[in-house]
């Protein structure tokens, strides 16, 4: 029994030709209709929903890759900005330190003028240049000299207090002998009862000492001690320093009393060198007497070489 053949049109289908314009015609049908009516929209969108995790899963790869790439050039690029940070606060730390430094001196400096003002004696601004060289010694070097017609034995002092006294000078140079030096005394009286006595530096310490003061003295700790302006060097009325410490001792007839100078000995640069009258003569008598032993040492030294030499 021959088999029964299907009908040819189940078999073969549409031509090609004949799905390429019904298929063209049914979506151009669904653009326009969508175009006009946007009722595809919601379906769109639930694809993308129902498509989204398919994207995340597909754009890993690229997107793990680009965050590593990332993360290194983060790393490298904060480590090169740490750098140039820390570079940086060093360089306005050191900045900084030269502003405040410069900001004290400023103020020190105005305050200085300041005190040329209210003194009615002549004054010149010196800077500090070194300390002596002996270490035992409290002595500084200032950028002024003869040729700023500074004279040896001139007060020292700054808006405090008294500083030292000039005690040697040079053409464009001068030595000051602080008031701690041993070697430096000045006639002081007692601000609270007037009474006159002779401070002495310490020389071991930033300290000035009363020797030869009895035990039952009038002086009491915090008293502040000024010059007294008999001497002719200094005028009257000075700081030059607070005491800090008066012991007795029974096995010693005087006191012991210390004192801490006013000025800022050893805190700063510049100082004011006073001039008067009086002053000037008493330093010029200074100079004179420094200057004839000077004479005396250099001839004792070439009377000395000439017997030698006169020796067979």
Do not use: C, W
């Not at 405040?100 to 009615?120: G, I, P, Q, Y």
């Amino acid at each position: 029994m021959d088999q029964q053949q299907a009908p040819r049109f189940f078999i073969h289908g549409p031509s090609p030709f004949t799905r390429l314009i019904v298929f063209s015609t049914l979506s151009l049908a669904l653009m326009a209709s969508d175009s006009k009516f946007s009722y595809l929209t919601p379906v769109r969108e639930a694809l993308t929903v129902m498509l989204q995790p398919l994207q995340v899963v597909a754009n890993s790869p690229f997107v793990l890759f680009n965050n590593i790439g990332n993360y290194f050039t983060s790393q490298q690029a904060l480590r090169n900005e740490v750098e140039v940070l820390k570079k940086q606060a060093i360089f306005h730390g050191v900045q900084l330190q030269a502003l405040e430094s410069l900001k004290n001196e400023n103020d020190h400096l105005r305050t200085l003028m300041e005190a040329t003002k209210v003194s009615s004696q002549p004054a010149r601004l010196a800077e500090i240049m070194y300390t002596g060289r002996d270490p035992f010694s409290h002595k500084v070097i200032v950028n002024m000299g003869e040729a700023n017609h500074v004279l040896a034995g001139q007060a020292v002092v700054d808006a405090a207090g008294v500083v030292g006294q000039v005690t040697r000078v040079f053409p464009y140079t001068s030595e000051v002998t602080l008031l701690t030096d041993k070697e430096l005394s000045i006639l002081i009286q007692v601000e609270r009862n007037a009474l006159r006595a002779i401070s002495f530096g310490h020389g071991r310490d930033n300290t000035v000492n009363l020797p030869y003061l009895p035990a039952n003295v009038d002086i009491k700790k915090g008293d502040k001690l000024v010059t007294s302006g008999i001497d002719g060097i200094y005028p009257s009325g000075l700081g030059v320093a607070i005491v800090t410490s008066v012991k007795t001792n029974v096995s010693s007839p005087f006191a012991q009393i210390v004192a801490a100078p006013i000025a800022g000995i050893q805190n700063h640069r510049q100082v004011l060198i006073l001039s008067s009258d009086t002053t000037n003569l008493v330093a010029k008598d200074i100079q004179q007497v420094l200057s004839a032993d000077a004479k005396k040492q250099l001839d004792k030294k070439e009377k000395t070489s000439r017997r030698s030499d006169a020796k067979p």
